[in-house]
Every structure is written in structure tokens, then in C-alpha cells.
């Protein structure tokens, strides 16, 4: 009898012994998770999971990690399998059942699985409690995305990836290409080793901006950008301007996370400089792209008054260069889930930007958006697949002539390791339809105040450019689209200081033989001489005649102009208030099919005199986003 007790205790010791050893284990691994350093959390869950084989938490977390490398959701799903074998049914209503269900469902969809996930949310619905109405609503959403995903694997884009080869990527991750409109630079961001940079939890280093030129179609090696060797923090390229001299970075500073800009001076980028409110704020701004005209910043944040999460805004500048009230772009573009990476054309109205919600097929996909002439938004359109897919995909960098891009991904075979920079060339034909017009204000007339170069489409009247000259040379690059003629009226803050008219021929586009025009090669000096010809008396009745009924017909169907200040979704209660110094007898209200209130000031009978309409009336500081536009226009748009 005291043998058989001698065993016992023995074997209760040992039972203790093995359970510390396992807790041991576990909590080593999941400090290496926790680090985010999923190699060695991967190799530890494993070995814990074959020394201690029903230990159903650890089998949670090395499907957890799994998911969280690169080609890892295939090895996640039989993990996640067998630990949810262990759980009995009534187990598999509690936390843990919903967290291996919740990670076996999005293995399967980042797996490109998406039946299967479905089956899996389906039966997590069944064992949620009915008055968790938020954790329902999260599974419903994806099987939406499952969904979504289903119609897009069943409708690939066709596309061409070709990896930018070894002179640009490492074994480190290398992501968010960004490249001037001639694409004869990339700048990109990397955690590869470089010089005293420390070596960080994950194995990997901070992230820090380096920098290829492209000499005789092949890119060189890659180099760290000589201003970003001070701090051994993290700091990523976010956007480029067109020409390719203002780069924007992301950074954490005391405020959290902030945008900064550096400028190209003389070959060298500048220390970079933290962005002024209302752009940076105490909320995190991580992202910010600038329009090809360079008045009109395009950035994210997560302030309050949003739609949830991470929204994206825009600033305009002042006649003076200074940022104007930031303003959300509005339901059509943000959703209750985080909007990333928005990426504004060259040609000023086509926005692409990463978003969770929409019709996403799961995480982040690519859409994109275009602006319509009254400043509101088109719904935007998801990039399909292989572009986008159930895993996060969020940094897509369109050329000019959008026949390709440059894209940053772990999924394809040929990677060098981590996520490298692909460049993506679309296989349906595309022309190019902007033309690339650089010039340059005189110094004298740069000494007069900040200059702006106001750009109308003559064919529809249409602002399409508001170009601010870099400061300090004068110098600006104009994206014009081919078959128009243009004006270009240039001023000091307001003042005018004169006018010329350049037309854009077809054969003017910018493509793969790129050609860049000097403004002075296509300018032309208005007004153009008229030439007369002498007519005898009976053409010159019949004229006459023609001429009294032309005008007739003139007046009875003129395009009255009006001006656009205000196109709200929702009418708020203070619009009286910001409409406030206008005459009251001169506004009218417009409710649209689109679901946009618009409020317009005026009816003239041309061009011209709306213009000057406009000026007057934005002299008050309140009205620089009104504009120009076809009465008939509005009111095509008005509900019946």
C-alpha cells in the first residue's frame, strides 16, 4: 500500500512538473509573438504543440501566427483544425471556440477559400449569443467579403507582375514605391540593415527611405537617402509629388503620428519639416499625397467627426500658400472602417486608396474614385483580383498614362523575402491622355507674391488647375489632358497679372516614348486677329438674316452659368449661417439624385461675368471652393 502511494504522489509531481515546463513554453513563445518576431514564436508553438500535444491554447496561437507572416494561411488552417477538434461543442461557444473560428475563417480567406470560410462564420453565427449584435454584424461583414471575393476570383484583371529584380529588393521587407511622373527615380521604404541602424525585435530594422535611378531601363542599387542616417526610428516614404520634388514621410513624434515633408534642393533633400494644422493634429495622420497642381494636399487621419476609424481629408490652399480648412471627402469615399494610402493622380481627379469596407474582398483592398466637376465623388471601384485580395493590399501607385503600377507584395514566388516592389502592367490597351508642359515664372514676377497659375479649359469653361510654381525657383509642371485649348491666367495672390491660351494636341500625350513640352514652345498670345472678307450686298443680307436668326436662337437656349458654393449630402442646419453675406434673393437651392443638396448663387448669362461673380464674392475668405458651371448642368441633376 505505501508503494502504490509513493507511485501516486511520484506521478502528481511529475503531472505539476510537466504542466510549469508547458506554461514555461507557452509563455516564452507568446512573448516572441507578442514582439512580433513570428519566426521564433512559429518554431516554439511548434515544439510545444508536439511535446504536449493537447494543449488546445497553444495550437490558437500558432495559427495566430501563421496568419500574421507571408504565405503563412495554408500552414494556419491545420493547425487551427486540430485545436478546435479539442474543444467539445459547448467549449465552442465560449471565447476560445470564437477565436479559433474567427482564425480558421480568415485562413481560408486569405487562402483563397472562400466557400470554406463561409461554412466556418455560418457555424460561429450559431454559436454566438443573439444579443452580441456586434460580433454578429463583424461576421456578417465577412461573409460579405467572402462574397465580394467570390466575384472577383471568378473575374481576374489580366496583368503582367514583374519583380523589380535584386538591385531594389532585399530579403527584408521593401515596400510603398513611389516614382515622379518620368519614372526615372523610385524612392521606396525598407527594414533592411544600413549602417548603425539597430536591429529590432522582429529580426528586422527600422524603416528608413532609400532611393534607385533608372539609367538605360534598369534600375540601380538602391541607396539610403543621406537625411534619414540621423534617427534610428522608423520613418516611411508615403507619397511623392509629380515632379518629383517633395517627398512625404511618416513619422512618430510627440503628437503620435504625424506627416512630414522634404524637399529636393540642389540634388539633396532637405531635413524633413512636420506639416501645420489643420493637416496634423493630436489624432494620427498617416498618410498624405499632393495633387499635380500642387494646391490640394489629400491625407488620412482619425480625428473626431469622422465616419470611423481612419478617414481621408482634404486641404486646399490659400490665395496667400496657406492650408485651408481640412474637410472630410464625404460618405461616398469613407466608411465606419479605416480608409489608407490615398494616392491622387496626376490629372487631379482620379483618387486611389485602400479601404476595408465598400465591396473589399476582406482587410484592405485598392479602390479607386473620380471627382466630378461639382467637386463630389463617383463611387469607388474595387481593382479586382490579383490586385486586391482577402489579405491586406494597400499601396498602389499608378503611372501616368495608367497603363501601369508599382505595387509592393509577399504573395508571388519570385520574392526575394518580406514583401518586395513589383511593377504591374496592364494587359487591355491604354492611351495616354495627359501631356506633360513644364515652365517657369520669371524671378521678378515670383518677387510680387505667391503666384498661382489658374488653368481653364476652354471648351467647357472648366477650372481645371489651380498650379502653385515651387517657391524658390518658379518652376512648375503642368498635367494637362490632350484635345483642348486652356487658359492660363496667372496671379499674385489675387491680382492678375496676365493671360495666354496653349492648345494640347492628341499627339501631345505623355507615353512610353515619354516627351516632356516647354510651355513657350505651344504658347500662343490672345486675342488671335479676326480676318475679313469683303461680300457683296446680297451675301451681306443673306449674313444679315443668318445673323438676326442665330441670335434668337442664342437667346432662347443661352447656357446660363452659375456659381456652385456648397454641395452637402446631408442639408445641415448651419448652412444659412456659411451662406451668410450673399443675397438672398440670388441663391437657390437645388435637392439632386445623387442624394446632394447644392446651393448655387446667381444665373449669368456668360462666362465672364459668373467669373467675376466669383472673385468678388470669394474676397470675403468663405467661398474658395465655389466655382463655375453650366446651369443646365444642376438642373439635370435636380429630383423631379
Not at 518658379?474 to 494637362?480: E, P, S
Request: charged content about 25%; proline content about 5%.
Amino acid at each position: 500500500m505505501a508503494v502504490v502511494l509513493l507511485i501516486g504522489n511520484w506521478s502528481v509531481a511529475q503531472q505539476k512538473k510537466n504542466v510549469r515546463q508547458e506554461q514555461k513554453a507557452f509563455f516564452k513563445a507568446l512573448n516572441y509573438a507578442e514582439s512580433d518576431d513570428y519566426e521564433k514564436a512559429i518554431s516554439a508553438f511548434s515544439n510545444l504543440v508536439k511535446t504536449s500535444p493537447t494543449f488546445t491554447e497553444a495550437y490558437l496561437h500558432l495559427g495566430l501566427c501563421y496568419l500574421n507572416t507571408n504565405k503563412g494561411a495554408e500552414s494556419a488552417i491545420p493547425a487551427l483544425q486540430t485545436g478546435l477538434s479539442q474543444l467539445s461543442a459547448d467549449d465552442q461557444a465560449t471565447p476560445l471556440g470564437h477565436d479559433f473560428m474567427m482564425a480558421l475563417g480568415e485562413a481560408y480567406q486569405v487562402s483563397l477559400k472562400p466557400d470554406s470560410a463561409i461554412l466556418v462564420y455560418n457555424v460561429l453565427l450559431t454559436k454566438v449569443d443573439n444579443a452580441d449584435l456586434d460580433f454578429k454584424a463583424q461576421i456578417e461583414q465577412e461573409i460579405n467579403n467572402c462574397r465580394n471575393a467570390k466575384v472577383f476570383l471568378a473575374n481576374p484583371v489580366q496583368l503582367t507582375i514583374t519583380n523589380l529584380g535584386e538591385a531594389v529588393n532585399s530579403r527584408y521587407d521593401d515596400h510603398s514605391p513611389l516614382v515622379n511622373v518620368y519614372e526615372d527615380v523610385l524612392l521606396f521604404t525598407s527594414r533592411r540593415p544600413e549602417a548603425k541602424l539597430p536591429e529590432l525585435a522582429d529580426g528586422q530594422f527600422p524603416e528608413k527611405v532609400y532611393v534607385s535611378a533608372n539609367e538605360k531601363a534598369h534600375w540601380e542599387k538602391a541607396k539610403l537617402l543621406n537625411v534619414f542616417f540621423k534617427n534610428p526610428v522608423h520613418e516611411s516614404g508615403v507619397s511623392l509629388s509629380p515632379d518629383g520634388n517633395s517627398l512625404f514621410i511618416y513619422r512618430s513624434d510627440n503628437d503620435g503620428k504625424s506627416i512630414y515633408v522634404s524637399y529636393l534642393e540642389k540634388g539633396e533633400w532637405t531635413e524633413p519639416v512636420k506639416l501645420p494644422y489643420p493637416i496634423n493634429t493630436p489624432a494620427d495622420e498617416t498618410h498624405a499625397s499632393l495633387s499635380g497642381d500642387r494646391s490640394t494636399l489629400f491625407f488620412t487621419s482619425d480625428r473626431e467627426g469622422g465616419y470611423g476609424g481612419l478617414d481621408i481629408y482634404m486641404c486646399k490652399k490659400d490665395a496667400y500658400g496657406r492650408w485651408g480648412e481640412a474637410r472630410n471627402l464625404g460618405s461616398s469615399i469613407n466608411t465606419r472602417f479605416d480608409e489608407e494610402t490615398s494616392m491622387i493622380h496626376a490629372d487631379g481627379r482620379t483618387l486611389y486608396f485602400a479601404s476595408e469596407g465598400h465591396n473589399s474582398m476582406g482587410r484592405l483592398d485598392v479602390f479607386y474614385a473620380q471627382m466630378n466637376s461639382d467637386s463630389t465623388w463617383s463611387l469607388p471601384v474595387n481593382l479586382g483580383y490579383p490586385i486586391n485580395t482577402p489579405d491586406d493590399d494597400f499601396f498602389f501607385l499608378p503611372s501616368l498614362d495608367k497603363s501601369h503600377a508599382y505595387y509592393a507584395s509577399s504573395r508571388f514566388d519570385d520574392n526575394y523575402g518580406g514583401s518586395d516592389i513589383y511593377k504591374v502592367e496592364f494587359d487591355a490597351a491604354f492611351e495616354g491622355e495627359l501631356a506633360v508642359i513644364e515652365g517657369q515664372v520669371s524671378s521678378a514676377d515670383m518677387k510680387r507674391g505667391p503666384i498661382r497659375l489658374m488653368v481653364t479649359r476652354m471648351t467647357d469653361r472648366q477650372l481645371v488647375g489651380d498650379y502653385r510654381p515651387d517657391e524658390q525657383s518658379g518652376k512648375y509642371t503642368m498635367f494637362l489632358e490632350t484635345g483642348h485649348e486652356y487658359s492660363i491666367e496667372q496671379m499674385a495672390i489675387n491680382q492678375p497679372m496676365g493671360e495666354s491660351v496653349i492648345t494640347v494636341e492628341p499627339e501631345m500625350a505623355y507615353q512610353k516614348e515619354p516627351k516632356v513640352y516647354s510651355f513657350s514652345e505651344i504658347q500662343m498670345t490672345p486675342p488671335l486677329k479676326r480676318v475679313i472678307v469683303a461680300k457683296t450686298l446680297s451675301e451681306q443680307n443673306i449674313a444679315a438674316v443668318a445673323a438676326i436668326e442665330a441670335d434668337i436662337k442664342h437667346i432662347e437656349y443661352t447656357p446660363y452659368f452659375t456659381l456652385q458654393v456648397l454641395a452637402l449630402k446631408r442639408r445641415p442646419l448651419f448652412a444659412s449661417l456659411y451662406l451668410k453675406g450673399l443675397d438672398v434673393d440670388d441663391i437657390r437651392t437645388i435637392k439632386c439624385k445623387d442624394g446632394y443638396t447644392r446651393y448655387l448663387y446667381g444665373a449669368y448669362i456668360d462666362y465672364p461675368t459668373a467669373k467675376r461673380t466669383q472673385k468678388r464674392i470669394q474676397q470675403s475668405g468663405k467661398f474658395d471652393d465655389s466655382f463655375v458651371r453650366r446651369l443646365s448642368e444642376v438642373e439635370a441633376l435636380q429630383l423631379k
